[in-house]
């Protein structure tokens, strides 16, 4: 009993104030790698790992297998290697996010309103008609890579380009259309399918929807070629189901509030250079 007295009046002894941030910032990282882990693939991974580590340390406890005991202890480093590999899109869009923070301007660049009234009223006249289509509007993080797979059109963006596009058997119908701000870039292109499968059945347009908005900022509008369902993906989530009014609603809230995020960004960081 004694010893273990002495043992917590070393480690208090050794216990500085710098330790408290040190403590603070290993609780905000494993805080913020839960966030972003939420709702993806990657949680599965991370218990897993944890499960089996916790089954070898007890194992090597209780029995004191000592070849176990070597493999647990040696693992680490080769963890330290695995961990950027097992989870980089989740690093990847971590980076991206990190990188999106304060930056300045958002408010000169050109409205997405009347974008966004073509793009509302083509997904409801396309819901109707049981057209498939998919548009992908990009934000901060730009689409090029995507935009380079697809056919270049650099149009100007209105409803009825937009359902010409999506009309069956049309030659760029199949894929996604790509709009930067006032302008539709490109069709017809390659999105990256999401590899979440906790939603059931969804198509190919839903899970491309899904993995472009995993990666990126962008949002995506899908409507369903089999039962003319309208969706909105947007931060890995996506909402199905929608009425005109209601994706009206979402999609302005969206942009409404990614345009006063970066005000505020930009506020912030105007006071700090006075």
């Known amino acids: 009993m004694g010893g273990l007295i002495n043992r917590i009046e070393d480690a208090l002894g050794q216990f500085q104030p710098a330790s408290v941030v040190d403590i603070l910032i290993i609780a905000a990282i494993v805080y913020v790698a839960l966030l972003l882990m939420r709702g993806t693939t990657a949680v599965y991974l991370m218990r897993g790992i944890v499960i089996l580590l916790a089954v ?22 080769a963890l330290l290697i695995a961990i950027p590999i097992i989870f980089q899109p989740e690093i990847r869009r971590f980076l991206e ?42 934000r901060d993080t730009g689409l090029e890579d995507y935009a380079d797979t697809g056919v270049r ?11 010409g596009l999506f009309y069956p058997n049309s030659p760029l119908h199949d894929g996604a259309v790509v709009l930067r701000y006032n302008r539709v870039v490109a069709a017809a292109c390659t999105l990256p399918l999401s590899e979440r499968l906790d939603r059931g059945h969804i198509g190919t347009r839903h899970r491309a929807a899904l993995g472009i908005s995993e990666r990126t900022d962008a949002v995506a509008i899908v409507v369903s070629e089999e039962t003319g369902d309208i969706s909105v993906a947007a931060n890995g989530r996506m909402i199905s189901r929608l009425e005109k009014a209601r ?22 960081l105007g006071r700090l250079f006075r």
């Open 56 to 77: 070898a340390f007890i194992l090597v406890r209780l029995f004191e297998l000592t070849v176990l005991d070597w493999l647990v202890r040696n693992s680490f480093p």
């Open 97 to 138: 996010r990190l990188g999106r923070t304060g930056r300045l301007g958002r408010a000169l660049l050109p409205s997405y309103d009347s974008v966004l009234d073509a793009v509302i009223e083509a997904s409801d006249n396309l819901s109707q008609r049981r057209h498939g289509a998919l548009m992908v509007l990009e």
């Open 153 to 163: 059109l650099d149009a100007t963006p209105s409803v009825e380009l937009l359902e």
């Open 247 to 268: 994706l009206r609603a979402i999609l302005r809230s969206l942009f409404s509030a990614a345009l006063e995020q970066d005000r505020v960004g930009a506020r912030g």
